[in-house]
């Protein structure tokens, strides 16, 4: 079954880090980019970044450069997500999302396969 | 970095048609994905590249793109439709990922 299966749920102190895991199953989980999304309550869609798991190439939102740090392990088929000194404001709903399309460039690139999320809380 | 606008919400009947749209400055040229989120769930890519349906969507899902707006037109809209529904796209100049704010459809 072609899935991803993401971490509990965290609570969080303001300052502290988080490390939130996504598991792949069903398909070459090193052929396909990973992507990490998170939703606030209340809010919108709003996109991290993302992880090449073949090469551990990485590109991040500028909105969270320096706090974020994606990695991934192949031999356990699983992403994660690293976000450091944390504040309230990051509570949210994160999501990791597999991306799958054709062509250069990403235009014709999209998210065909999402985790149910890890609500991580922020607060002291 | 590039703005995709979307109404916050769209009401409509059961078995009529929703339109939900997506704005963005010559969006036309660019290729917009539409997904679904219910709560607690994961979210559901239902249209993909402007106007592509994955398998398992069903046929009442369309889109189209043209000019400064796309599009995603649910015909016969059932109860089970009721979600949030985002448009998205690649941002070439920032090479980033962009989310619409969301549209709630409400089946009445």
């Known amino acids: 079954q072609v899935q991803l299966v993401q971490s509990g749920a965290e609570v969080k102190k303001p300052g502290a880090s988080v490390k939130v895991s996504c598991k792949a199953s069903g398909y070459t989980f090193s052929s396909q980019y990973m992507h990490w999304v998170r939703q606030a309550p ?68 999209y998210f065909d396969l999402w985790g149910r999320g890890t609500l991580l809380t922020v607060s002291s | 970095s590039y703005v995709l606008t979307q109404p916050p919400s769209v009401s409509v009947a059961p078995g009529r048609t929703a339109r939900i749209t997506c704005g963005g400055n010559n ?67 920032s090479d980033h990922w962009v989310f619409g704010g969301g549209t709630k459809l409400t089946v009445l």
């Open chain 1, 42 to 109: 209340g809010q919108g869609l709003e996109w991290m970044g993302w992880i090449n798991p073949r090469t551990g190439g990485t590109k991040y939102s500028q909105k969270f450069q320096g706090r974020v740090t994606m990695t991934s392990d192949t031999s356990m088929n699983t992403a994660y997500m690293d976000l450091s000194s944390l504040r309230p404001d990051d509570t949210a709903v994160y999501f990791c999302a597999r991306l799958r399309g054709k062509g250069s460039g990403w235009t014709n690139w």
């Open chain 2, 27 to 93: 969006i036309g040229d660019q290729s917009v994905h539409w997904y679904q989120l219910r709560p607690g769930q994961a979210p559901v890519l239902v249209v993909y590249d402007n106007s592509d349906r994955p398998s398992g969507i069903p046929e009442r899902f369309s889109g189209s793109n043209s000019g400064n707006t796309a599009a995603l037109t649910i015909s016969r809209v059932e109860a089970g439709d009721e979600a949030d529904y985002y448009c998205q796209v690649w941002d070439s100049n």
